[in-house]
């Protein structure tokens, strides 16, 4: 057995000792942002990083996998980091800001940082580690694909525990969330396309105005909250519009986007269903062709309790670690944990002193650094705790 106490010492002390270098990481990957899938730089740098740390590298696609092989006995774990950058113009007045129409508003640059830095840390603690862990850097994340594709490789086949963390402005900094079961919800996607008949405006009577028809179907998805059972737990957003006619001319189609969350697929069936049937009953009353698709389904995400029992314990020795209500985020980090026993664990960045108050995808979303430290000694412990053979 070994004393957490001893060693959360012995690991603070170090993950101090680097926190200059770490920020200096976490500032150019923050600076140097790219969009979901072509995160060509981000792992070329992040496959670099583990090369000078003397790591086997995998890579699929722009994913890349470090392996850290103890070579003594113990189980094969793996710790996920995404590394890819949303479609957001960054308005944080930080001096390292992104300049282009992406961000890091999710904290995928800080996640980078605090793996390869825990990887660091782990190596420089060898002695408290067995077994072999699988680091992945996943992209494409945002574009709920990157986990599919890691899966399909094959190189977690043999992984006995896997370990998902994501920074969020819902736990103050220093604080830990994680619950045993359910902890992401369920989320689909979805696209309506209504087809009308394009024109001049002079001529607009005689035309099928996919616009009007869209500002109809809006206002009725906004209602289906109340066709829903008030005592469910979901979430319906519309986040994109679309269209281009222009000045004087009515276009001829009219994209709607979104997404629905829940925590059960029943009542997610249920929206789709609503979703379907408004569409339809509204494009057929306007003598509109209409298109409803649904894609990128994402899995309800169930944390296996004995990993997250395990390192909930490992962690609580370190900084207080707090059972966290279900989320209504979700993460293909679900697919995971459908194939192999894991936990996701929320770390607190919250601080109103350096207006780190934002949520997540906010154009004035920002970390609070102190979490760097933190977060490197939390990936290490849960690695020292899932790599060893003991209870
Ligand atoms: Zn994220
Ligand atoms: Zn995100």
Known sequence: MINYNDITIRLKKDASDMKDEAISIWKYLHQNPE?????YNTSSFIENKLKELGIETKRVDNSVIGILDTKKPGKNIAIRS????????ELTNLPFKSNKEISHVCGHDVHITMMLNSIKLL???????????????????EERIGAKRILESGILNNVDHIVGFHVTTQLPTGV?????????????AFKIKI???GGHISDSHNTVDPVFISSQILLVLYSIPKLIDPREIFTLSITSTHSEGSIDTI???AIIQGAISSITTTIQDKIKEFIK????????????KCEVIFEKELPLGINHPETTQKVMKAISNAFPVIETPVSLLSDDFSFYLQNIPGTYIF???KNTLKDCIYPLHNSKFRIDEDIIPIGTVAIALSAIALTRDEE
Request: overall charge negative; aromatic content about 4%; hydrophobic content about 35%.
């Open 277 to 288: 049937s408004i569409t339809n009953t509204i494009c057929t009353l306007h003598s509109a």
């Open 347 to 349: 770390i607190g960045t």
């Open 195 to 197: 087809h009308g008949m």
């Open 123 to 141: 190596i420089k603690n060898i002695d408290l580690l067995q077994g072999k862990i699988f680091f992945v850097f996943e992209s494409g994340k």
């Open 251 to 253: 276009p001829e189609e």
């Open 82 to 89: 995404e590394i890819d950058a949303i479609p957001v113009k």
């Open 176 to 188: 830990l969330g994680t619950k045993e079961n359910v902890i992401l919800s369920t989320s689909t």
């Open 35 to 39: 969009e979901s899938l072509k995160e």
